[in-house]
């Protein structure tokens, strides 16, 4: 696979990604983006499956994937920790396995064509420079 050339763009918005799923699982009053029972484990799961399927377009390496992967796990799990100690959040082992979900997703959604997304995109940016 070739290698991106923006890397450190890519990464500063993967990180700012980080950023704002960590900002809106901590906040004390978060926007309710949907009334449907249950969506909520949804939401954490598309969070999950975006910020993890981001990273792991950036490295190819396989075992840097999984450890992408673990380090998102872990990241949920901390947060939902963190939720517990706020006093204003709620501590949820779902909220635990949707985000789990979300980010094997995105490992398995790494192993298919889809994963050369930032490389088109790439190509086309350049291709509009020259």
């Given amino acids: 696979m070739k290698k991106l050339r923006f890397t450190n763009v890519w990464l500063t918005v993967g990180l700012f ?3 704002l799923v960590m900002c809106a699982s ?3 009053n978060p926007p309710e983006l949907t009334h ?3 969506s909520d484990k949804v939401m ?3 969070a999950y499956f975006i910020l993890t399927f981001w990273f792991v377009q950036i490295y190819v390496s396989n075992r840097v994937r999984w450890a992408i992967g673990f ?3 872990m990241l ?3 947060i939902e920790y963190l939720q517990r100690m706020s006093g204003y959040r709620v501590f949820e082992y779902g909220d635990m396995a949707a985000n789990t979900v979300g980010v094997l997703c ?3 959604a790494a192993q298919t064509p889809l994963a050369r997304g930032l490389l088109v995109v790439e190509k086309c940016l350049l291709r509009r420079v020259r």
């Fill in 76 to 78: 949920g799990v901390s």
């Fill in 36 to 38: 449907v029972q249950g």
């Fill in 26 to 28: 901590l906040m004390p």
């Fill in 44 to 46: 954490h799961a598309a």
């Fill in 17 to 19: 990604l980080v950023g």
């Fill in 106 to 108: 995105a490992l398995l």
């Fill in 71 to 73: 380090a998102f796990i």
